[in-house]
């Protein structure tokens, strides 16, 4: 269809959203017709293609078990015996939820279906805030990661990288974005970021976006700031880059812009030599209509942070995506963080749902299906439903449990929108009481309201299961940030004593039973020092991890991260006493 303006992408979705069903069939008829021949399929269809056949037959798996096949593409194998159309490269996803990266297939189609979900999407914002193409610059933070040549010559990156690496992106680059791009590139991120904010700080008159993928990411930016302004305007004063940035592609980029800007500096020193820096970015950036990144998920615990710094701006989430299919679009960017929703594409992939029970029970697993009704189509869900993610593609993934828990919250058109609950993965588990990552949050955002009147914010957490004695216990991590100059360390103990306490009574019904029974030891809190969640993410990306993509663990599973995050500890404490 020929895009016409955004109104030509508004009239897309329009059409995509009203056809759901007849779209979503039209997609498993593609990917059927052209991959039943594949080693993979025939094993499971014998070369038929009837959608009651791939439901009956075709098994719901999960990473695992396709990964010896795409193991063995990687490996030269031809990618015949998992799909048919020529695999062009890896996707490399985050791996910070689950652990390791995952590879998945590539090929041109998937390409091109991501195009057009940028324009969709595009439309969407396009509505709500103007042309911003056309008003101004984006000052995004962006980090590739190196590219990683499998045996068989086809390279892995990860779906940032790859966009990066595209000629159309490097064409609108200069003209669309304050980074240049060797910054993007750069091997060393804190160098890559000191410039992007240099660059993002000298070209501040037009700039009328400043985002990143994830929150995370720009929360990141905000306090690397905070910890560099004095560093960046003297910069900027001086037109000389900092000596540390030694990156040779960095110094050439600044080469080209930087001249002493005096007034700049001063303007951008007398905004930033402040007691508070609530509302920052707006001063900072006085252009700029909307800060745009996901803070749905395990980003929502940035929401609060983040809605300080940029007072005055909208959140926007736009998308809900992930390395092996774009999802879903956010119709509403103007809405609360809290309250995004997103609609799903149905053209996107082939998608079916797997109900999950609401309490703590699992989810209702199977690994064959004998009766196509336990799957649930996309047009068939239920409102007010959760159910887990399981999507087939043209890129040699069938009925593939993505791990992620999303619940209806409504339809448009015919077209369900989802909530984004949580990863599927990410639970403590001491004795099969199963504590989500969402029971964990509502937990603690109960007991960080103790600390809110004290003048204390907690800017970051994770947890572990620490089963070194037993019975075993919950571990959370907390960083904690004094406002307006004040040191964690004034904090009284006894209140960190009674959020733990607090979070202990916020747990669900079974954990609170297990504790009673003594199954489960108290809850202890450990307070890290400033900074650790940085290490924790220094830490990650030096394995591999893009900082675009980075995604914060709300639970540790590696012993070497866990010893990152414990050797920053600065107080322990502990529930006195089991919940009521
Ligand atoms: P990756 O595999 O590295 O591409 O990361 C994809 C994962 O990021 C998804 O499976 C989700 O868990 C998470 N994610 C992506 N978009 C969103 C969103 N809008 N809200 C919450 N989580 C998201």
């Given at each position: 269809?020929?895009?016409?303006?955004?109104?030509?992408?508004?009239?897309?979705?329009?059409?995509?959203?009203?056809?759901?069903?007849?779209?979503?069939?039209?997609?498993?008829?593609?990917?059927?017709?052209?991959?039943?021949?594949?080693?993979?399929?025939?094993?499971?269809?014998?070369?038929?293609?009837?959608?009651w056949l791939f439901k009956k037959n075709v098994?719901?798996?999960?990473?695992?078990?396709?990964?010896?096949?795409?193991?063995?593409?990687?490996?030269?194998?031809?990618?015949?015996?998992?799909?048919?159309?020529?695999?062009?490269?890896?996707?490399?996803?985050?791996?910070?939820?689950?652990?390791?990266?995952?590879?998945?297939?590539?090929?041109?189609?998937?390409?091109?279906?991501?195009?057009?979900?940028?324009?969709?999407?595009?439309?969407?914002?396009?509505?709500?805030?103007?042309?911003?193409?056309?008003?101004?610059?984006?000052?995004?933070?962006?980090?590739?990661?190196?590219?990683?040549?499998?045996?068989?010559?086809?390279?892995?990156?990860?779906?940032?990288?790859?966009?990066?690496?595209?000629?159309?992106?490097?064409?609108?680059?200069?003209?669309?974005?304050?980074?240049?791009?060797?910054?993007?590139?750069?091997?060393?991120?804190?160098?890559?970021?000191?410039?992007?904010?240099?660059?993002?700080?000298?070209?501040?008159?037009?700039?009328?976006?400043?985002?990143?993928?994830?929150?995370?990411?720009?929360?990141?930016?905000?306090?690397?700031?905070?910890?560099?302004?004095?560093?960046?305007?003297?910069?900027?004063?001086?037109?000389?880059?900092?000596?540390?940035?030694?990156?040779?592609?960095?110094?050439?980029?600044?080469?080209?812009?930087?001249?002493?800007?005096?007034?700049?500096?001063?303007?951008?020193?007398?905004?930033?030599?402040?007691?508070?820096?609530?509302?920052?970015?707006?001063?900072?950036?006085?252009?700029?209509?909307?800060?745009?990144?996901?803070?749905?998920?395990?980003?929502?615990?940035?929401?609060?942070?983040?809605?300080?710094?940029?007072?005055?701006?909208?959140?926007?989430?736009?998308?809900?995506?992930?390395?092996?299919?774009?999802?879903?679009?956010?119709?509403?960017?103007?809405?609360?963080?809290?309250?995004?929703?997103?609609?799903?594409?149905?053209?996107?992939?082939?998608?079916?749902?797997?109900?999950?029970?609401?309490?703590?029970?699992?989810?209702?697993?199977?690994?064959?299906n004998d009766e196509d009704?336990?799957?649930?189509?996309?047009?068939?869900?239920?409102?007010?439903?959760?159910?887990?993610?399981?999507?087939?593609?043209?890129?040699?993934?069938?009925?593939?449990?993505?791990?992620?828990?999303?619940?209806?919250?409504?339809?448009?058109?015919?077209?369900?929108?989802?909530?984004?609950?949580?990863?599927?993965?990410?639970?403590?588990?001491?004795?099969?009481?199963?504590?989500?990552?969402?029971?964990?949050?509502?937990?603690?955002?109960?007991?960080?309201?103790?600390?809110?009147?004290?003048?204390?914010?907690?800017?970051?957490?994770?947890?572990?299961?620490?089963?070194?004695?037993?019975?075993?216990?919950?571990?959370?991590?907390?960083?904690?940030?004094?406002?307006?100059?004040?040191?964690?360390?004034?904090?009284?103990?006894?209140?960190?004593?009674?959020?733990?306490?607090?979070?202990?009574?916020?747990?669900?019904?079974?954990?609170?039973?297990?504790?009673?029974?003594?199954?489960?030891?108290?809850?202890?809190?450990?307070?890290?020092?400033?900074?650790?969640?940085?290490?924790?993410?220094?830490?990650?990306?030096?394995?591999?991890?893009?900082?675009?993509?980075?995604?914060?663990?709300?639970?540790?599973?590696?012993?070497?991260?866990?010893?990152?995050?414990?050797?920053?500890?600065?107080?322990?404490?502990?529930?006195?006493?089991?919940?009521?």
């Amino acid at each position: 269809m020929a895009m016409n303006g955004y109104e030509g992408g508004l009239k897309m979705i329009e059409e995509l959203t009203t056809n759901a069903e007849q779209t979503q069939d039209e997609v498993l008829r593609e990917i059927l017709s052209r991959n039943v021949g594949t080693g993979y399929l025939m094993g499971f269809l014998h070369g038929q293609t009837e959608k009651w056949l791939f439901k009956k037959n075709v098994l719901v798996v999960t990473y695992e078990d396709l990964k010896p096949f795409i193991d063995r593409i990687a490996n030269r194998e031809t990618s015949e015996i998992l799909l048919a159309k020529p695999v062009t490269g890896f996707y490399l996803s985050s791996g910070t939820s689950g652990g390791q990266p995952k590879l998945m297939p590539v090929t041109a189609e998937y390409q091109k279906n991501g195009a057009l979900y940028d324009t969709l999407s595009q439309s969407l914002t396009m509505r709500h805030f103007g042309d911003i193409n056309q008003a101004g610059k984006r000052m995004e933070l962006m980090f590739a990661r190196p590219e990683i040549e499998t045996p068989s010559g086809l390279k892995a990156a990860s779906v940032l990288t790859s966009v990066y690496n595209e000629s159309k992106f490097r064409t609108i680059l200069p003209k669309l974005y304050t980074s240049p791009i060797e910054t993007i590139f750069c091997p060393d991120p804190n160098q890559g970021l000191y410039c992007q904010l240099l660059f993002g700080l000298i070209q501040r008159d037009e700039v009328v976006r400043v985002g990143s993928l994830f929150a995370s990411t720009v929360l990141r930016g905000i306090k690397f700031l905070e910890n560099h302004w004095q560093e960046l305007s003297y910069d900027i004063k001086t037109g000389r880059l900092s000596d540390w940035i030694t990156d040779s592609g960095c110094r050439n980029a600044a080469s080209l812009v930087m001249k002493p800007n005096p007034e700049q500096a001063d303007l951008i020193e007398n905004i930033s030599n402040c007691k508070s820096w609530e509302g920052i970015v707006t001063k900072l950036w006085p252009k700029a209509r909307y800060i745009s990144c996901v803070c749905t998920g395990v980003m929502r615990q940035y929401i609060a942070e983040l809605e300080f710094y940029c007072r005055g701006l909208p959140l926007v989430s736009t998308f809900y995506a992930c390395s092996e299919a774009l999802c879903g679009i956010n119709l509403e960017p103007l809405c609360k963080p809290c309250d995004v929703s997103y609609t799903f594409l149905p053209n996107m992939a082939y998608f079916e749902f797997l109900p999950v029970e609401n309490d703590h029970d699992e989810s209702i697993e199977m690994k064959r299906n004998d009766e196509d009704t336990e799957l649930v189509d996309l047009v068939n869900v239920k409102v007010g439903q959760c159910y887990e993610l399981v999507v087939s593609t043209c890129a040699g993934l069938y009925r593939y449990k993505v791990g992620d828990v999303l619940m209806v919250s409504g339809f448009y058109n015919n077209a369900p929108q989802f909530q984004f609950v949580e990863r599927k993965n990410v639970i403590l588990n001491v004795d099969q009481e199963k504590t989500s990552e969402t029971d964990l949050f509502k937990a603690v955002i109960e007991a960080k309201a103790l600390l809110d009147p004290l003048g204390f914010i907690l800017t970051e957490y994770t947890s572990y299961v620490d089963t070194s004695s037993a019975p075993g216990h919950y571990v959370l991590f907390w960083e904690i940030k004094g406002k307006e100059g004040k040191h964690c360390k004034e904090l009284d103990p006894k209140i960190m004593v009674e959020c733990c306490t607090r979070m202990e009574e916020s747990l669900h019904y079974t954990y609170k039973i297990y504790r009673k029974r003594n199954i489960i030891a108290a809850l202890e809190t450990r307070v890290v020092k400033q900074g650790s969640f940085e290490a924790l993410m220094d830490y990650y990306v030096s394995k591999g991890t893009s900082l675009s993509q980075y995604k914060k663990p709300n639970c540790i599973k590696s012993e070497e991260a866990l010893k990152i995050i414990d050797s920053r500890v600065i107080g322990k404490y502990f529930s006195p006493k089991s919940p009521l």
